[in-house]
């Protein structure tokens, strides 16, 4: 099972920038999917999650500005980010708990990390 993070990139302060994550494998179901970020000499801080029947939840820094979502059909999640800050800036990893074909639990499985910067 691998997790393939996509999206990141520069954007200016008050711009928007769409994250998408895609899982793929030997996948059997996925029960919650998420972000989590971490920038520079900070700890790394969850973002927003979201469970197989859709409901969300989100970090108080980016609660009415960014949304979670899926699409069960594709094991993709995405995150939408709006009007971003400097504050934004990091590296976003998401994340999914799979029950991987041949096996009896779910595992949580990470993407690589990608960069968000905000600068004008």
């Known amino acids: 099972v691998q997790l393939q993070a996509s999206g990141g990139g520069l954007v200016q302060p008050g711009g928007s920038l769409r994250l998408s994550c895609t899982a793929s494998?030997?996948?059997?179901?996925?029960?919650?999917m998420g972000w989590y970020r971490q920038a520079p000499g900070k700890q790394r801080e969850l973002v927003a999650t979201?469970?197989?029947?859709?409901?969300?939840n989100y970090a108080d820094s980016v609660k009415g500005r960014f949304t979670i979502s899926r699409n069960n059909t594709k094991n993709t999640e995405y995150l939408q980010m709006n009007s971003l800050n400097a504050e934004d800036t990091a590296v976003y990893y998401c994340?999914?708990?799979?029950?991987?074909?041949?096996?009896?639990?779910?595992?949580?499985?990470w993407g690589q990390g990608t960069q968000v910067t905000v600068s004008s």
């Open positions: 994340y999914a708990d799979i029950y991987e074909r041949g096996t009896t639990y779910y595992k949580r499985y």
């Open positions: 979201i469970g197989s029947g859709g409901n969300t």
């Open positions: 494998g030997s996948i059997l179901s996925i029960n919650v």
